[in-house]
């Protein structure tokens, strides 16, 4: 039973133009929500959180959306830049502040 | 500050042989954690430890998954006998609390292991 899901496995992208992640998510108990990237041969590193009280958090170039009602949040990137190519997980926090992570999305910004 | 460190990169062996991986976590943090991630999936929480103890091994497979923190810095994670599924990256995570993860843990470059 997947908590968190990103459906999709890959998203290419023109460098420059907004690169949107999505995430979907079934427990609305969820406190927490945070972005990691993750190049390969790399650990994941942490981007930005949002809040469940909040609906908008940003930092810089990236912008995390989260809708309550649909379960669904979303990371901007804009513009995007080919540093950016990197696999982005989404990530919930449950109530015993454990991480429950999504599969992954594949960000590919072409020049 | 020197980030969290794994050994080793890679490993490959073959099936029902025993493996090791070893993590030293940022100097100071009390939480370490083990993940699993299998290709195509997310991270899958294993153990965490806080300080020396146990803090949550619900998804360790006992049977053949074994870990230990003995003096509340390093730890090493072992399995045995390995299985084809075990093949994955083990990551190695550290937190100065259990309870402050909004900054984000911070996670080592994982070792890379290969059931053949």
């Known amino acids: 039973d997947q908590q968190v899901k990103q459906n999709s496995p890959s998203l290419s992208v023109q460098e420059g133009r907004i690169s949107i992640l999505n995430c979907d998510y079934t427990?609305?108990?969820?406190?927490?929500f945070l972005w990691y990237k993750k190049y390969p041969a790399e650990g994941p590193t942490f981007l930005i959180s949002?809040?469940?009280i909040k609906d908008k958090n940003e930092d810089g170039r990236f912008t995390v959306f989260l809708n309550k009602s649909a379960k669904h949040l979303s990371l901007h990137i804009v513009p995007s830049q080919p540093g950016d190519s990197a696999v982005y997980f989404c990530?919930?926090?449950?109530?015993?502040?454990?991480?429950?992570w999504g599969a992954g999305t594949k960000l590919i910004i072409k020049p | 500050e020197a980030g969290v460190a794994q050994s080793p990169r890679y490993k490959i062996i073959e099936k029902r042989q025993s493996v090791a991986f070893w993590c030293n976590p940022i100097?100071?943090?009390?939480?370490l954690y083990w993940y699993q991630q299998i290709l195509g999936q997310g991270p899958k929480l294993l153990i965490q430890?806080?300080?020396?103890?146990?803090?949550?091994d619900s998804q360790l497979p006992k049977d053949r998954f074994s870990a230990e923190r003995l003096k509340g810095v390093d730890s090493t994670l072992k399995i045995q006998p390995a299985k084809l599924e075990d093949s994955a990256v083990y990551l190695c995570?550290?937190?100065?609390?259990?309870?402050?993860?909004?900054?984000?843990?911070?996670f080592g470059s994982g070792t890379r292991l290969t059931v053949v």
């Open positions: 990530a919930a926090m449950d109530s015993n502040y454990q991480l429950i």
């Open positions: 427990n609305s108990m969820f406190d927490y």
């Open positions: 995570a550290s937190s100065p609390t259990s309870l402050a993860p909004l900054g984000g843990y911070t």
């Open positions: 430890f806080q300080n020396n103890g146990v803090v949550d």
């Open positions: 949002i809040s469940s």
């Open positions: 100097s100071g943090h009390a939480t």
